[in-house]
């Protein structure tokens, strides 16, 4: 099973980027995934979560401003964040669940395979 992020980089207060990730293995359609990120000193938070049937959830702070989605053909999960802002600075990381379930998964104990991240820098 891999998981390959792309497209993090430097972007302006109230720009935006899209972030890919790529899934290959075992990893199909029927695999709930998500996205958590990481700034330096803290946890890793959830940010977004899909089911395999295209149910979302997002964490409060991104609500509005993110969108996550799937090309299930692609096995390819998407990240568009809008309105991007300082403290959405981290490094994201792309997760996979192999729990059988039609409803996001957020419980980070739940994600078996994970990406190696991408750098997302939001400057003021």
């Known amino acids: 099973v891999q998981l390959v992020e792309s497209g993090g980089g430097l972007v302006q207060a109230g720009g935006s980027l899209r972030l890919s990730c790529a899934a290959s293995?075992?990893?199909?359609?029927?695999?709930?995934m998500g996205w958590y990120r990481q700034a330096p000193g803290k946890e890793r938070e959830l940010v977004a979560a899909?089911?395999?049937?295209?149910?979302?959830y997002y964490e409060d702070s991104v609500e509005g401003r993110f969108t996550t989605s799937r090309d299930n053909p692609k096995n390819t999960l998407y990240l568009q964040m809008n309105s991007l802002k300082p403290e959405d600075t981290a490094m994201y990381y792309c997760?996979?669940?192999?729990?059988?379930?039609?409803?996001?998964?957020?419980?980070?104990?739940?994600?078996?395979?994970w990406g190696q991240g991408t750098q997302v820098t939001v400057s003021s």
């Open positions: 899909i089911s395999a049937g295209g149910s979302t």
């Open positions: 293995g075992s990893i199909s359609s029927i695999n709930p």
């Open positions: 997760a996979a669940s192999s729990r059988y379930t039609i409803v996001p998964v957020s419980n980070m104990e739940e994600y078996n395979y």
